[in-house]
């Protein structure tokens, strides 16, 4: 941790700088999990060591409810879990993953004390709470969440205050991060990083943190001075400024008085009426396309949660078809529904289709987005494969260079999703020079290689604010 240094930052409390210059791409530092776990939907289908997903688990012989890759993975976790197993058995059930992370916790409290390890900057007993800001109604939850830990907790085992024990859950509520699975693209678990926990938020922030296994992170978007605050974003930039505040306020409670909530920046953009030759719509008309998008918005998601994909593409595309006209392409709502059609255009396989609305996501993302944003990356992945789908190796090709410059940053070389862009770069180049050799050969080499082995998109997460969530692991 020789990189950052702990300071009192004006208005926010404790926060990290940096101790030294960095330049785009490099790492302030990783950080192992003082303890994670499995989120309770995935407890079958990932490892409860390795946080590998797996088509074959094997489950542990006494408790039955953790799972392992195999026997190298169980003795690897069974420090962590032989008092998780025991107390499992003895409780009749696995409680939910939040008790079971206390559980954990507590457990490492009690063999390490609270300080575990030389590079940590921060004790557990000094992280933030925010037990006093919540309602009653969160409060209420949380003492049925206790209630079943105090029954849950072994009498064997060292017996803590129940204030201690509303500490550490108010803990986790404010400070648990979700942890993923091998190719970093699908939270299935939650853990605790409190070296993590004291960097501060900023709406543009100067570092891209990533989960790896049971690891996150740290890394520049840009040059930081020595002595500049570190900061990282806990909500996404696509919202209005009023609405990050909210959720920050309501989430984490504090108010945000970051240069661009303050300023509103992009807020104009994000909301803007389409200019075509310098005639701009009224006012009026594009609060009434606005109100229809949002609208719609809520129509879409009950289409997307039913399955309903063909209603659902119905929707976006007679929503695009009467509101286009009028509303900029950084209209926040539209390019809901750009993305929204790309990805599901293109598992209908109607990849021309998907790759039009996946170009028209990354040309608004760009206009309002950081340059080396993680979301803007990963839709220029998406717009890439989309092309290339469609066969438009020339747009597919410069959309793959883009998001692999991006995730070169964001992610580092050695990432699953750098290390598959890479392929994607070298394979589409390869294919834009035989493109451009002969097209007609290409075409033709193309369509014979399809009826051997379709194209299949990768795994990425439904959308930006989905990613978002899966980072920062809330309670429900």
């Not at 060591?49 to 088509?55: A, L, N, P, W």
């Amino acid at each position: 941790m020789e990189n950052v240094a702990v300071f009192d930052s004006p208005g926010k409390g404790r926060g990290l700088k940096a101790s030294k210059e960095f330049w785009a791409g490099d790492v302030i530092f990783t950080e192992p999990s003082v303890s994670a776990v499995v989120f309770d939907g995935h407890s079958e289908r990932i490892c409860h060591s390795c946080f590998r997903r797996q088509d074959k688990l094997q489950r542990c012989g006494q408790c039955k409810f953790a799972h392992y890759c195999d026997r190298t993975c169980q003795r690897a976790g069974w420090a962590e879990h032989k008092q998780e197993c025991s107390a499992i058995k003895a409780y009749g059930k696995a409680p939910n993953e939040n008790i079971r992370l206390v559980a954990r916790i507590m457990w490492r409290i009690d063999k390490e004390g609270s300080v575990m390890s030389d590079m940590q900057l921060v004790t557990l007993d000094e992280l933030e709470d925010h037990l006093n800001d919540m309602t009653e109604d969160e409060l209420k939850e949380f003492k049925v969440d206790i209630h079943n830990f105090l029954d849950y907790w072994p009498r064997n085992s060292k017996q803590h205050t129940v204030e201690y024990i509303f500490h550490i859950f108010g803990v986790i509520n404010c400070n648990g991060f979700s942890v993923s699975d091998q190719r970093g693209l699908q939270a299935v678990g939650v853990g605790l990083f409190p070296n993590l926990c004291l960097v501060n938020h900023d709406c543009w922030p100067n570092l891209n943190n990533i989960t790896f296994f049971i690891k996150i992170e740290l890394r520049s978007l840009g040059k930081i001075e020595a002595g500049e605050e570190l900061t990282v974003s806990y909500v996404d930039y696509l919202n209005l400024s009023e609405e990050r505040q909210r959720l920050l306020k309501t989430q984490y409670f504090f108010d945000c008085t970051c240069e661009h909530c303050k300023g509103r920046i992009k807020d104009d953009l994000k909301m803007a009426g389409r200019e075509v030759d310098g005639v701009k719509p009224s006012e009026d008309q594009v609060k009434e396309a606005t109100d229809f998008c949002f609208e719609m918005l809520e129509k879409m998601e009950n289409a997307r949660i039913s399955g309903n994909y063909h209603e659902l593409v119905k929707i976006c595309q007679n929503t695009v078809d009467k509101t286009e006209p009028i509303l900029a392409d950084t209209h926040i709502y539209l390019l809901r529904m750009y993305s929204t059609l790309s990805e599901v255009q293109a598992y209908l396989q109607h990849f021309e289709d998907a790759a039009e609305y996946a170009r028209k996501m990354v040309d608004g993302y760009m206009k309002l987005y950081h340059p080396n944003n993680a979301a803007l990356g990963m839709a220029a992945m998406r717009a890439g494969v989309t092309h290339w789908q469609a066969g438009l190796i020339e747009v597919g090709h410069g959309m793959i260079c883009k998001a692999y410059a991006i995730l070169m940053v964001t992610h580092g070389a050695t990432h699953p999703i750098t290390k598959d862009l890479e392929a994607m770069r070298i394979q589409t180049e390869m294919e834009l020079r035989m493109f451009k050799q002969n097209e007609y050969v290409y075409h033709s080499m193309r369509e014979a290689a399809l009826k051997n082995k379709p194209m299949t998109m990768m795994h990425e997460p439904k959308s930006v604010e989905e990613g978002i969530k899966n980072l920062f692991h809330r309670r429900k």
